[in-house]
């Protein structure tokens, strides 16, 4: 790495096979916008990736050449199971990372390689009270949830609004200020359901029952990552 | 296509080598959660592509395997020069889709291969000018711009927008409030900067100015896909 390499921002999203796409792209969209800044798709290695839903795409970057220190970590959802191997890199890098960003299910992650206890978090409604069971104290209500450097948020729009956030925070509010005009994100939500509260009761309930068996494989990948986390770590 | 496939949505997004992956992201997360839906990624081949900026992935479906008449028709900004082949695939989709979604530079394009002429339409403020050039009505505001069956839409939270009325037009009111909150459509901009209108005059000027070369770039790939497709069409 040369010294001008060692100045730029390093932004780390890491990326599996099932991962959500749209929980990352918000984090992507806002850094590539930002001067002196490299963005590295981390997965274990290079080969094509089929993201959740049917998405083929590559990471840019293999954990063994992902740099040490980077100065955010984002993972979004994923069912995917992770190996020993993705865990430990994730706990290695999330522990030395100056920020974390957990995205939807991937808060979930964070939370279960040990990454998030005792921190506020949230996640999406259907997932946001399973924080618990890895040490994390689940806040509700749609709103980035920021405590201390681990920032987490509920799916897709929540990874602008956490990334905008953080930029702030790396590079000074003037700077959140010009990329959130630069990539014009002032959203029109057509029918102002976007939310629990705002959608109601009876729609919810109906989304939570329609989309279960998904938000299930959210949390079985995160047990079982929990679970394996305990016997791999040092 | 078997009975079941014809019954189901086709929403085609069209890609590129330098598309840029934010605008088209929004149409991909609406539709993704919709029943009997089928997404195709279009481009010449399923070779790699790598979108702008520095994001590897691959389209699933070729312009030869597209179905005939999509329902949805989506593409985003570009610096890429597209070829005579992909300006005819395009022209040609786009006159038969039940609905044609262009986001950002998108729209642009869509007007510089005839698809636009006499409609109101938008783009990001940088580029919503430059559709007058290829016979369409510029729209300026940031709001997303129907008339008739084409929708457009300025950049990256556009895309989620104008997905969202789309699916309303195609399934109905209430199918497009729940797909908003099963993808927790409730965005937190954090600085409340994200349109000239909010960011006032200064700031907007420095973006204008900021990235007016990359602008520069889509107008270009617009005028030489507007030039040449001159030439090619029947």
Redesign the interface.
Known sequence: MNTQNANKLQIGIFVSPNCY??DI?GV??VF??VPDCE?H?IWEN?D?IVGY??????A?TTFAECPPDLDVLCIGASTGILSDEALKFLADRGNKAKYLIGICGGSLMLAAVGLLKGYRATA??SLVEELRNFGAIPVTG???VVDRNRITA?????S??AA??VL?KLRG?DA???V?????????????????E??GHE??Q??VQ??EVVFEEFRKAARQASERFATVKV
Do not use: Q
Request: zero cysteines; a negative charge; glycine letters at 10%.
């Open positions: 796409i749209p792209i992507y969209t590539s916008v963005i798709f290079t094509l839903p049917n998405f083929p795409m590559h840019t999406t409604f749609g709103e980035v509920s799916p897709v729009s929540g602008f609004d905008l956030i702030g509010e959140g200020k010009e959130e005009l630069t990539i014009e994100y002032a959203p029109h939500p057509p029918y102002g359901t976007g939310s629990p705002l959608a729609l919810t109906k989304v329609k989309h």
